[in-house]
């Protein structure tokens, strides 16, 4: 019976008192994930660091070797596996698929524990407020990013540029009213507002001057293509002032 012997590969990485690079600690999971016993080799000080770069012609650590051969860093490692890398210079719908669903989930849970009931009128309200609440918090996280990305389109600030900066805390506080069903005078025309302006900008953008940019729905720094995600948004918005303003007049809730 033959044995096969055991895969073996080295791992050089940073392991210093103030810093250890999680490069390293990834590359390291990912070698014993695919079966390999790990030669694990600190790098304790920037002098060694520096060495190893040098004596190796490289500008990055950690550097990973199978065989003898230098594989290179955890992206290349990932490549060497037969695994993809995200490219991140590629839009993608992720951050606004997790960020709605995150809501429902909150729209559900929150609808079980006041109603006892899933699936409520009730719920799909929460939903949207609470997908409000959300991106008017990505927003919030450099409103100075996304002020400038939505100068790109947006109609209203391109032509009152404080509007932008002023947008993620409008939406936040339709947002959070909403949720409590509290002071409906102020958050219908606020929502209102701020979803027509945007469905307006995004459409005359997108599918009238045909442009391809980024949406600033979920903050400055995403790489979310501005389109369809955004419209909804915007109608989203202006759906649940409507709901809110019948439920308001004719309901009198």
Known sequence: MTTLAPKTASLHRMVMTKHMCPYG??????????????????????????????QHGVQTTPQTFIDGQRIGGYDDLR???GKTVPDKSVPTYRPVIALFGMAAAM????????????????AAEWFVAFAMCLL????????????????????LAQRWVRYGYVYPFAE?????????GALMWLSIPVALFIGTIGAVSVYKAVYIDKRELKCACVGGDSNVPLGFVSLTENLMMIAMALWMLTKVTLLGH
């Open 25 to 54: 600690l990834k590359s390291l999971d990912l070698l014993r994930r695919q079966g390999y016993s790990v030669e694990d080799h600190h790098l304790t000080t920037r002098a060694e660091v520096d060495a190893f770069k040098q």
């Open 107 to 122: 729209a559900l849970a929150t609808s079980w524990a006041a109603l006892g009931q899933l699936f409520t009128v009730a």
């Open 136 to 155: 008017a918090l990505q927003k919030m996280k450099d409103v100075e990013s996304f002020a400038t990305m939505f100068l790109n389109y947006d109609l």
């Open 172 to 180: 936040g506080l339709a947002g959070v009213l909403m949720v409590a």
């Open 79 to 81: 490549r060497h596996f």
